[in-house]
């Protein structure tokens, strides 16, 4: 009894957590406005898939996924490549005031992002980035919180297949490219996966830089879509195929995330 009690327990919250995707995936496919008085609104009688269609023929639709694409696919590399980079600079190498430096990034972190926006709203406006996707991509090159991962990580590694590669004659890069990062590619996926998810899902940052419609990103580009259709089902159309590349980026990186540090496939 106490294991079926369990098992009802947790279909029951599994159920709650899957309720608004559910809600989001099966109201796309209703063409008539949602009735708030109807609990199951959501609900299709019969299914259709006139909003896709309707999303698709409306060519600013595109362009906003295309935006999107954009300012989270470069900053997702560079932010791969250069946390990578930073974070073994500050886990292997010594230099002075390297704990100050990194401690001191650290701190920035408790600085809320809210107070910057003006800032660097200036700025981009002195530097005529407002409408340009420089605003977005720039201050997302690399990752402070990236760096911290990639650092507590190759931490754990042991320092002898550096010493080990230095007797051989390798250099800091090669060691970097041959030895480092194969061995960070758990760690490197999973912050390109956070670094995806949190560009693409971006609502605040792009809803200041860019005022034309045609440079808003698919977020941006949702919350107009709300005030000018107003249909449900336009609605949650545009909300699940802006969750379908979150969904399989997740899904291709998932099995980095458990994997360790295979030690003895070190070649």
Not at 93 to 107: C, D, L
Not at 116 to 124: A, E, N, R
Not at 202 to 219: A, R
């Amino acid at each position: 009894m106490k294991k079926f009690f369990t098992y009802i327990l947790l279909f029951i919250l599994t159920f709650s957590f899957l309720l608004p995707f559910l809600i989001m995936v099966l109201g796309s496919f209703k063409e008539v406005e949602y009735v708030l008085l109807d609990p199951f609104f959501w609900i299709p009688n019969d299914p259709s898939i006139a909003n896709y269609t309707y999303i698709f023929r409306d060519g600013i639709f595109l362009r906003w996924i295309l935006n999107s694409v954009i300012i989270t696919i470069i900053p997702v590399f560079s932010q791969m490549f250069l946390c990578a980079v930073l974070g073994y600079i500050f886990a292997k190498k010594k230099f002075p005031g390297r704990e100050a430096i990194f401690w001191t990034f650290m701190a920035v972190i408790m600085i809320p992002q809210q107070l910057l926006i003006i800032p660097k709203y200036i700025m981009f406006a002195q530097f005529g980035w407002i409408n340009k996707y420089w605003a977005l991509i720039v201050p997302e090159l690399w990752g402070i919180m990236g760096v911290f991962l990639i650092r507590q990580y190759l931490q754990g590694i042991p320092n002898d297949f550096e010493e080990a590669a230095y007797i051989d004659g390798a250099n800091d890069i090669q060691i970097f490219f041959k030895i480092i990062l194969p061995l960070s590619i758990p760690v490197v996926a999973t912050v390109g996966t956070f670094s995806f998810i949190s560009n693409w899902n971006d609502l605040f940052q792009p809803l200041i830089y860019m005022t034309e419609e045609k440079m808003f990103p698919v977020t941006v580009g949702l919350a107009s879509l709300l005030g000018k259709e107003g249909n449900f089902g336009v609605e949650m159309t545009g909300s699940t195929l802006s969750f379908i590349p979150t969904f399989l980026i997740f899904l291709f990186f998932q099995r980095y995330f458990t994997e360790g540090i295979q030690m003895s496939g070190l070649k």
